[in-house]
């Protein structure tokens, strides 16, 4: 990695660690040079705002999550053992972002938010990879024939608004001190169910 | 209905499209009084506290909503069929009431944190009859053999964990603004694949 590369990569770091903290809105440009012990013009030489900085943090995360979820497609297990891995991996994805950036909760539930559009892609690449497991069970006698693409997206939504619920009931401060043992299992449990109604049944 | 139950109604409502507006922290017993043009010492004649207050407003509605679901459990209708009706029913009360009280989204989400102690019991009620229809459906051949009362737990967990999600990527202020009608389908596919999943298949 240049030079070039390596400040890039500090400056992306600092400015998840104060969007983590402050949110995205109440984080400035200033803030992340101050913190990087660098002159707010001097940033802009690396990013050309905040939003083009956070676009960035997100696409790296995101990019290095697919690529993990794509190995898990060429695996050689079962649909139904893809679509749990798929799931326990994205459930891990959350977790370990979250313990990566010490994030605060009120700052990730607008970061949710912020982040809805700037991740759209990411979240059609996650749900075409599910729904090419599921269309790999379709076609081997596993699962039902469905629409694979809008129960792709239903599984993700419902995994993604389990975990979010819990943080808006959770009286903790930061994400980490979440008991995600007992968030995953709930998850699993619906996951599991729901291949359950799209399995064809032994006879 | 006596004069003393009617002023109890009255500010039961005032106080509800308060914490509606402004939340449950930033609402007083002075700003209700007020509202209902009456001074702070009286509105104690009929309510101890804000908390007291709020707590009877949440113990009304909900009342009402749990005789709704009961009288769902009484139908000759399959078990499969209730399910589905009390999944709807319980979308049509978080819809209704976002109406009746015009409730801001940040309010809502605050609101949701406050009473989950208070309602805890109405979640368990709302749960057992929800497991007894499960129950049902286990007894009748219907349904397999499957924790019920879990599954009624992960349910509604579900149901409210879409809807508390949509809230929090939402760009609308006031929950009536929300598309209630994509949430509802979206949550009822998902609940009948969940049902699917519990079903003994027809041979």
Do not use: P, W
Not at 31 to 37: L, P, Q, R, S, T
Not at 47 to 69: G, N, V, W
Not at 81 to 88: L, R
């Amino acid at each position: 990695m240049d030079k070039f590369q390596q400040k890039k990569e500090e400056i992306k770091n600092a400015g998840m660690k104060m969007f983590a903290a402050y949110g995205y809105y109440k984080t400035t440009l200033e803030d992340i040079a101050g913190v990087m012990g660098m002159k707010k013009n001097s940033l802009y030489y690396y990013f050309e705002s905040k939003d083009a900085l956070f676009k960035e943090i997100i696409k790296c995360e995101m990019q290095t999550h697919l690529e993990q979820q794509n190995i898990i497609l060429l695996k050689k297990i079962s649909a139904e053992d893809k679509t749990v891995e798929i799931v326990k991996n994205f459930i891990s994805f959350i977790r370990e972002r979250s313990v990566k950036f010490t994030i605060r909760i009120k700052s990730y539930l607008e970061i949710v938010k912020v982040i809805k559009n700037s991740r759209a892609d990411f979240d059609n690449s996650e749900c075409n990879i599910l729904s090419e497991v599921l269309e790999e069970g379709i076609k081997n006698g596993e699962f039902k024939k469905i629409n694979s693409k809008q129960f792709a997206d239903d599984v993700k939504m419902t995994v993604e608004s389990i975990i979010n619920n819990n943080y808006i009931i959770s009286d903790a401060e930061f994400v980490h001190e979440i008991n995600f043992d007992e968030i995953s299992q709930s998850i699993l449990r619906i996951v599991k169910f729901l291949i359950e109604g799209i399995k064809i049944q032994d006879k």
